[in-house]
């Protein structure tokens, strides 16, 4: 009997799971995951939580319910992993021989790293919404803030989800419309990027949405230290942006298990063949999610491109056959921008997101990088096909792995 | 994608006059670059700029932490010697592509 580990059961480690169940017969492979929680979050669902749009029980769930009958969810922590030995040792002392390891350990924030974050200003007047508990303490902190200055800052690249940011900002607009107190709330969006987001076309239509909102862009700012004292946050420069309210994406670092491995870069993210999300160092480990290193976006979309491309070469890697070249870096992402309305984003490794239509080209219904409600009512539903679909590995009609070119208003 | 001429010679650059091919960089164009950038090229300046260099053809990928780890520069200095936003600026005048940081 050989044995495939997976490692992480959040949105990547279930999607392998129920695809290589699906593939792998019960008498040849064991198949075996690990997770030290209990709960699976949907991520996407932390966005809306501060505003009270999701309530909590909308985005948690027992992450047992998505392990398929016949794979083992073991919930224990990890030590590390021993790669030149093929075994993952585990907390209490059990060493865990693999033939083949699936890394999906994702990405954690990491307020740490900057002096002054993390503190008595820390969920009091600093917070994060990239945990479950920091997005319910911000909810709480909303709800009864009277207003200021809303400062929403991203420490550096690369992070989960990089439109969330921006995201938050549309939708603190509107918050606070709604609440009739935008005229008290000044909101600024400081960024080490030089623009709103990484890519030009992207970049001019979003920057666009911030000015028609009033919301400031500080770009270029690369943070020092957090100023907790004087509620102001100061960067590598010298120039300072003061805060009433400091909503942060800290710096993302994978899990510290790599670290603990020796196996990540500086960030603890994990070397990644890119094309064929092989590991650059041990061929029989495998990496998919947030973990990797390579230059895709942190979005489950991209986990789930990766989960069905990279289903096939681990069957391919037990035949023996060479691996497809096939990751494009696809990404597909909604980005909500406020007022019931939203955008949608399409772009791989060498594409940059461009007007055009989804899924079916020139009809739409989805139209990409223009707003409309229609994009929003597929944010919102996604949450159903998420839990529903996504998890499970059933595939989403009409929308490939790879990104189509068809369709899109290249130049 | 466009030419233009730097210091007496053609040069490939992009939208935002990144260059295109390190192969046409050399150190006068260099400072014809910086000079643009309003800065004069200190000693200092060089090591970085050699440094972030190094790193391309190596095709490490740069990033403002990186370069603070270096022992090269910490972030402070580089700072100093390229002001606002140095990694982007010290690109521009070593040859080499706008840092892609990321997505």
């Keep these: ?119 008595e200003e820390w969920k009091n007047s600093i917070f994060d919404f990239y945990t479950f508990e920091g997005a319910l303490a911000l909810r709480n902190k909303l709800r009864e803030w009277e207003g200021g200055k809303l400062v929403v800052h991203i420490t550096e690249m690369p992070i989960k989800c990089p439109v969330a940011p921006l995201e938050f900002a549309f939708l603190a607009d509107s918050f606070f419309k709604n609440k009739h107190m935008r005229d008290r709330v000044d909101i600024t969006f400081v960024t080490p990027l030089s623009g709103a987001f990484t890519k030009p076309k992207a970049t001019a239509a979003l920057e666009h949405l911030l000015e028609e909102k009033h919301i400031h862009i500080e770009s270029d700012f690369a943070i020092e230290q957090v100023d907790a004292e004087n509620k102001t946050i100061i960067d590598y420069g010298g120039r300072t942006v003061p805060f009433d309210l400091l909503v942060t994406v800290p710096t993302n670092k994978g899990d510290a298990v790599i670290e603990r491995s020796g196996m990540g870069d500086d960030l603890n993210f994990v070397p990644t063949n890119k094309a064929t999300l092989q590991s650059k160092d041990w061929p029989n480990i495998f990496v998919l999610g947030d973990a990797t290193n390579i230059a895709a976006s942190k979005a489950g979309s991209v986990a789930h491109f990766e989960a069905e491309i990279l289903t096939e070469n681990i069957l391919r890697f037990m035949d023996g056959q060479p691996l497809k070249e096939e990751f494009d870096g696809h990404a597909n ?65 009409f929308v490939s792995a790879t990104m189509q070119e068809a369709g899109k208003d290249f130049d | ?24 960089w050399n150190q006068t164009i260099g400072t014809e670059l910086a000079r643009e950038a309003d800065l004069t090229l200190s000693p200092r300046h060089w090591q970085v700029i050699e440094y972030l260099q190094t790193e391309y053809r190596n095709e490490v990928p740069l990033s403002i932490r990186k370069i603070g780890k270096s022992g090269v520069v910490d972030i402070k200095e580089f700072y100093q010697l390229f002001p606002n936003a140095p990694l982007k600026t010290a690109a521009k005048i070593a040859g080499i592509p706008k840092p892609a940081s990321c997505i």
């Excluded at chain 1, 050989?2 to 999607?15: D, E, N, S, Y």
């Excluded at chain 1, 406020?338 to 791989?348: H, Q, T, V």
């Design chain 1, 1 to 119: 009997m050989k044995r495939l580990l997976i490692l992480g059961a959040g949105t990547a480690g279930t999607m392998m799971a129920n695809h290589l169940h699906h593939h792998l017969s019960a008498d040849e492979w064991e198949i075996d995951i690990i997770d030290e929680e209990t709960e699976h979050y949907y991520q996407p669902g932390f966005l809306f939580l501060p505003f009270d749009i999701y309530e909590p029980e909308d985005i948690v769930k027992p992450i047992r319910q998505f392990i398929p009958a016949g794979v083992n969810l073991i919930q224990e922590s990890i030590d590390r992993i021993v790669p030149a030995e093929q075994y993952v040792l585990m907390q209490g002392g059990d060493r865990l021989r693999y033939d083949i390891l699936i890394v999906a350990t994702g990405a954690k924030i990491a307020p740490e790293e900057v002096p002054g974050m993390l503190g």
């Design chain 2, 1 to 24: 994608m466009s030419e233009r001429i730097i210091a007496g010679a053609p040069v490939n650059v992009n939208e935002e006059g990144f260059m295109t091919d390190f192969r046409q």
């Design chain 1, 333 to 397: 992402c909604f980005v909500e921008t406020g007022n019931g309305k939203a955008l949608l984003i399409d772009f791989n490794y060498t594409h940059e997101p461009v007007e055009g239509t989804f899924p079916f080209p020139g009809v739409g219904p989805l139209r990409l990088l223009k707003e409309s409600r229609i994009n929003h009512m597929g944010k919102l539903a996604f949450r159903w096909i998420y839990w529903n679909m996504l998890l499970k590995g059933t595939h989403i009609p």
